[in-house]
């Protein structure tokens, strides 16, 4: 689910953007977690507004027990700026000289793990992570336009076209990847407790 009811959201990600996304779910929370997804359920007419209730009824028609739901969100702030020609100054390139702006995207990915029999949310994580993107108002480099992330060296070279989207996947992508991390903490908590408090021979807690 894309969430863009903030009054500062994002624009709404493209249906590329949705299906890189929805892949990287499946294949991100697999990888780090003992669950397996079954089937991918459409969230056209269902709006995150807080209550997960629309969401087990949608589980349950399908006649599913449990719902793993994935939320994706940002804001974004963009500002003119002076860039060099051919490399960032930072990599030896001369001094800022060509018009241009920075696009910063600050994604939110929250994860919850929902119980379509009782309701009950059996667990829930979130992640942030940030992408910039640096463009020319006048295309006149092969540099540009550029994508860096957060703790990433490797910049990312998306086709103009496509530069603002594949920021907002990017990273979203990368706020997923800390909310899998964040649910997977989680769930060995709740096994830690439930496995401590099935114990004959524990203390009571």
Request: hydrophobic share 40%.
């Amino acid at each position: 689910v894309n969430d863009t009811t903030a009054p500062r959201s994002a624009p709404s990600l493209s249906e590329n953007a949705l299906i890189f996304l929805t892949d990287q779910v499946q294949e991100q929370v697999q990888r780090a977690l003992p669950i397996r997804l079954v089937k991918v359920l459409p969230s056209a007419g269902i709006s995150p507004a807080g209550d997960p209730e629309p969401f087990v009824r949608l589980a349950r028609e399908q006649g599913l027990e449990y719902l793993l739901l994935a939320i994706f969100s940002s804001q974004e702030s963009e500002v003119p700026t002076y860039l060099p020609v051919n490399a960032p100054v930072e990599q030896g390139g001369p001094r800022p000289q060509v018009p241009g702006f920075t696009a910063n995207n600050y994604a939110l990915a929250e994860l919850a793990l929902l119980n379509a029999k009782t309701g009950e949310t059996v667990l829930k994580a979130n992640g942030q992570a940030w992408a910039s993107l640096d463009r020319l108002y006048v295309p006149m480099s092969n540099a540009y336009p550029v994508i860096h992330r957060a703790l990433q060296i490797a910049p990312i070279f998306p086709r103009e076209k496509d530069a603002k989207d594949v920021l907002r996947s990017i990273a979203a992508r990368d706020a997923l990847e800390q909310a899998v991390q964040d649910l997977n903490r989680g769930r060995k908590k709740v096994v830690s407790a439930t496995a401590f408090s099935a114990c004959p021979a524990c203390p009571a807690s």
